[in-house]
């Protein structure tokens, strides 16, 4: 909330939210686009078909809804699969293990599928190596078929939520006069324009709340919101503004109460 007029008779305070307005259009851009664009199966195929022992064609597959990608060589060149870890680390040092399976050829190994199941993708690497070990199998076929949608979904359906909460913000103006003994606040946002106008004698408080407290665990530190608001004499109170910024909402607070003195 910032101060856009100071005198000794009068104080306006604005609180924008054209940039709230904003962020939380962009926001609601990629919520639609997430499940819009994302979420869908995608099917990998992995096939041999054998002429004789040693003749034949295998053809890798990835399918989605935007693509289909695939890579057809020789059987001869086949020379089986094989499950390998990958690991990472999250913001807090915590490892994440997923497995991916390769396709081993005669020039490279060609990435097939990976999950976070490994036995599943075990069973798929064996059959693989049997095929390639028996000769007298005519063909393989291993289709997989993963889907998104779900998970897609929810992230669009959170975001949304989110971008609402941006969208819907009011734009604040709160002015107090000493001359006249008034103030008001003035709303507008997608309810429409509101003004709620009262004499300065009907304020008992303005008060700073502490809103919401976070505490990064890596590092220990913590991150407070506050909450600023008048009350009224009918216990009524009036939002002006939340944020971090507690040494601002002081000096509004001393500001505001030079006024009403």
């Not at 060589?73 to 990958?86: P, T």
């Amino acid at each position: 909330m910032n101060i856009i007029e100071q005198t000794s008779n009068k104080l306006t305070l604005h609180n924008p939210a054209l940039g709230a307005w904003i962020f939380g259009s962009v926001i609601a851009s990629v919520a639609i686009f997430i499940p819009l664009f994302c979420a869908g199966k995608t099917i990998h195929i992995f096939s041999c078909d054998r002429a004789s022992a040693n003749e034949g064609v295998c053809e890798i597959q990835e399918i989605n809804r935007w693509r289909k990608e695939q890579k057809i060589f020789r059987l001869d060149e086949l020379k089986g699969a094989n499950v390998e870890s990958h690991i990472t680390y999250d913001k807090k040092g915590q490892e994440n293990i997923t497995y991916r399976v390769y396709i081993l050829t005669a020039s490279e190994n060609i990435y097939f599928i990976g999950n976070g199941e490994r036995n599943y993708l075990d069973n798929l690497t064996n059959q693989i190596n049997e095929f390639v070990n028996n000769s007298t199998e005519p063909s393989l076929k291993i289709i997989t078929i993963s889907d998104n949608s779900l998970v897609m979904y929810i992230i669009g359906a959170v975001l949304g939520v989110f971008s609402l909460a941006l969208v819907s913000a009011d734009d604040i103006i709160c002015s107090f006069d000493k001359s006249s003994g008034i103030f008001y606040i003035k709303k507008q946002g997608m309810r429409g324009k509101r003004l709620k106008s009262e004499r300065n004698t009907t304020i008992s408080d303005i008060r700073i709340e502490e809103s919401n407290r976070l505490q990064n665990k890596q590092t220990g530190k913590i991150h407070i919101t506050y909450k600023l608001s008048l009350v009224l004499k009918s216990g009524e109170s009036l939002f002006l503004d939340s944020g971090s910024n507690i040494e601002n909402y002081q000096k509004i607070e001393n500001n505001i109460r030079q006024i009403l003195k």
